[in-house]
């Protein structure tokens, strides 16, 4: 199923200048002005998304893919650094087909006079800002929230930092592998001797840009009952801190500090990765006791569900060693598939630990058509995630993949009422 022929489950472009370039260039493809509009619930919703790199341009990814205009505001000459990260193919980041997707894009130095005049003739159009300067860079530029505000009453202004706007840290550079190491998800992960683990991918930030997308919503539905706009203030090193459960809380109590366990838990067990006979590994978790019991009898050992230990997710996890012998040991000597089957047979909990290439090719992966294919003028057709979840009547959907730097800049400042000379006007300026 492709993206833009989603079922009830889920329900490119342009003719603007590339910036930079002596003038305006047509990009083959169909216009995201011309194309299908979104039909999700946030449709109507206009968003100008001027964050870099993860969380805040991933938020308004997230809520493009329900429908939303979001249009992407970049510097003429520093284009969002997603753009250049990880792999590329003939030159173009594979990494912005994904963050850039559902997006229009269009370039403007809000440092310049005409770049912030025309930011607020924009602000005065728009439902959502978001982004993600440090504390201050705005109102350097006379764009603060007074400003922001005054072009638009209604505006909701989404500020996305590291620390947030306030403390002793608000105006120190970070990412979100500070957040991972600040929020004690890296001093937890790794094993027991080794040292503290930071995650190979952007995890604060995509826990921040959910967390966010959320924080739109609700404002939203403030401005629904106020009538009246404001500003949501999101330190990337909070949403992660809450994903990590109750730690403060086991602290603050008990002065309880989880240790580095590994792949094991401190909560229950069995809980480990183990290796097949053909040298497949296998995830195992029992965090149901009757799950725990149903393993240990599928693997031989039933006798030890009638140990006094056995019968909490702790006592199992104060015994783990003994516990990860049975059930390594048996799938030891099995082949994957053999694993796989019989575990499903009993009703028990195991998966493959996947790469990509499993992810792709996987039968229940496609039946979600959690990976699915788009059409982009750039590249061809081209398989990525899908929205994240399925609604029945108003579905969510990818209608083009992320888009060349500037490519909408004159459509969406023609559609604003800026003429062909004020349009020229700006580009003389450097503003666009």
Known sequence: MSATGAGPARAGAGTGPIAGGPGPEPWPGPTPANARPGQGPLRGLRVLDLATLFAGPLAATLLGDFGAEVVKVEHPTRPDPSRGHGPAKDGIGLWWKLLGRNKRTMTLDLSAPGGRDTLLRLVATADVVIENFRPGTLERWGLGWPELSAANPRLILTRVTAFGQEGPYAHRPGFGT?????????????????????????????????????????????RDRTGHGQVVDLAIIEPILTVLGPHPLWYDQLGYVQPRTGNRSTNNAPRNTYRSLDGRWLAVSTSAQSIAERVMRLVGRPELISEPWFASGSGRAGHADVLDEAVGGWIARHKADEVTAAFEEAEAAVALVYDVRDVMADPQYAALDTITEVADPELGPIRMQNVLFRLSQTPGSIRWAGRPHGADTDAVLTELGLSPAEITALRTEGAL
């Open 178 to 222: 500070l957040a991972e190491a600040m929020s004690g998800f890296a001093a937890i992960t790794g094993e027991p001797e080794g040292s503290p683990t930071l995650p190979p991918f952007g995890l604060a930030d995509s826990i921040a840009a959910l967390t966010t997308a959320y924080a739109v919503m609700a404002a939203l539905a403030g």
